[in-house]
Each structure stands twice: as structure tokens, then as C-alpha cells.
């Protein structure tokens, strides 16, 4: 069964991990994350504090220094140290990584009362806002969002993917400029814990995958408190209307579901 990436991503070849989808059919990435990210990502400095929460506010500039915050001057949102400007990632206190196999690139903020496992990686201008829960293998491109108590594991955010509020994004992958409502919820998981199966142009396909949640193309869009079943597959620019319970199974490019 061959079911093309070009229904799903429109620019595929932009993100750092597009080589995990070469000739592979649109879940086969969830497969492969987690050793593709132990692979590629490197050990955070040892002045970054494991398993505890940060003490005080630190900025981690793109060659490795850690400096706490309070020793920058920041004007017009940029950061100087000692009268030169750096670049980095904000990591402000409270927050809380469980192990050392975490990559924040240049401007990524983490705000305060997160919780971050490894392994992950987190490109340019990612927002890892208050209190949300990443439970590792994850992977976000530019200007990713993963929002206040939003839950996330084994998942691929493509740039400009948000899950801003409250949300539940499991197994599942992101295209580029998806946005979830408040409160969605990719289900990941059936009730029977059986081999998540899809029907697409009456041919029954095995994933090989227990836990997979969904796939929204780029731009795709949900409402405040819709639930994707596990194993729903959104073409690109499809909509979710809130409070809209879908899937499983494949839903075309432009599709609207109410």
C-alpha cells in the first residue's frame, strides 16, 4: 500500500528529521524516533541540574555556556553578556529535565514547571510553555508550541505546529502550521491494547503500532475539545470542529469534519 507523504507535507525536505520519512509509508517515523533522536542528540552541559528543578533562571548560549540569567543585560528582547550579544536558549527556574540527552537550539524558551525527558530536540524559537509534560522522543521544528499542561510522548512536531493549551498528543506527528484547539486529544491507545489497524480504499493495513495516535497534513486545524481516535490519519488542511469526536482511518486533503 502506498499512501504519499504529498498528501500530508508540502515541505518535508525543511525539517532536520526528513530523512526518517524516506520511502517509509506516513506512521513509520514513530517507529524509528526515539534511536534516531539517542543518535543525533548530544549531552546538555554538566551545569545544567538533572532530575531537580532549576534553581534560578540560566541561559544556555548555542556554544554550550551556561550563565545564570541574572548576569545578562537584555535590552529590546535580545541578550548581551559582558557587552556582546549572545544567542541561546532560555531555561527559566523551576523547570525540570530528567536526563542529559536534551538539544535546545538558538531563542527556544522553557518556562517555568515543565517537565522534560529525554531523548528530545527542540529547534529554533520552540515555546515549551508552563507546566507542560514531555515524556521524551519528541522531536519540534521552527517556532514549534507545546502549551500550558499539554502532555506529549513519542510525538514530531514540523514547524509552527502548536498544541497551545491543555492537550493530549500522543504517538502522533504534526505538519507544518497545525494548530490544536484547547483541549484536543490524539488518542493513542485501544481499549482492546491490540495492533492499531486502518482500512484505506477497502485494504486493511497493519501499522506494526499498539500506541499510535494520529497525523494532521500541514495547516490542519482542531476545536476546543475534539478527540482524534487512535489511528486517524488528516489530510493536509483538514479541519476538526470543536467538540467533533473522528476517525479512525484516512481522511482526505480539505476535509471538514463536524
Known amino acids: 500500500m502506498n499512501i504519499s507523504l504529498d498528501l500530508f507535507f508540502e515541505n518535508l525536505e525543511k525539517e532536520k528529521i526528513a530523512e526518517l520519512f524516506k520511502d517509509a509509508l506516513p506512521w513509520e517515523p514513530l517507529k524509528l524516533l526515539k534511536t534516531y533522536l539517542l543518535d543525533i542528540v548530544p549531552e546538555l552541559p554538566k551545569d545544567i541540574p538533572i532530575g531537580t528543578p532549576i534553581p ?10 551556561v550563565i545564570p540569567l541574572k548576569e545578562l543585560e537584555i535590552y529590546e528582547e535580545e541578550y548581551y553578556f559582558k557587552g556582546e550579544k ?27 514547571f515543565s517537565l522534560i525527558s529525554p531523548p528530545a ?16 522522543s519528541i522531536y519540534t521544528g521552527k517556532k514549534a508550541v507545546i502549551g500550558h499542561t499539554t502532555e506529549v510522548k513519542n510525538s514530531i512536531f514540523f514547524s509552527s505546529a502548536k ?24 488518542a493513542n491507545l485501544k481499549f482492546s491494547k491490540t495492533i492499531i489497524t486502518l482500512v484505506i480504499n477497502n485494504e486493511t493495513i497493519d501499522t506494526g503500532l499498539k500506541k ?30 470543536p467538540g467533533k469526536v473522528c476517525g479512525p482511518g484516512y481522511f482526505l486533503p480539505g476535509t471538514k469534519l463536524k
Open 86 to 112: 549572545i544567542r541561546g536558549a532560555l531555561l527559566k527556574a523551576g523547570a525540570i529535565l530528567t536526563g542529559k540527552k536534551i538539544f535546545f537550539e538558538k531563542d527556544v524558551i522553557v518556562e517555568p
Open 212 to 241: 499510535f495516535g494520529a497525523i494532521l497534513g500541514d495547516c490542519c486545524q482542531t476545536g476546543c475539545n475534539s478527540v482524534l481516535q487512535p489511528g486517524t490519519l488528516l489530510g493536509k488542511k483538514s479541519y476538526v470542529y
Open 56 to 65: 534560578e533562571s540560566l541561559f544556555l548560549t548555542s556554544e554550550g555556556e
Open 163 to 186: 498544541a497551545s493549551h491543555f492537550a493530549y498528543v500522543g504517538d502522533s506527528i504534526l505538519g507544518s502550521n497545525v494548530n490544536l484547539g484547547a483541549g484536543t486529544k490524539l
Open 121 to 136: 530536540y527542540f529547534s529554533q524559537e520552540t515555546q515549551i510553555r508552563h507546566g507542560s509534560y514531555i515524556r521524551g
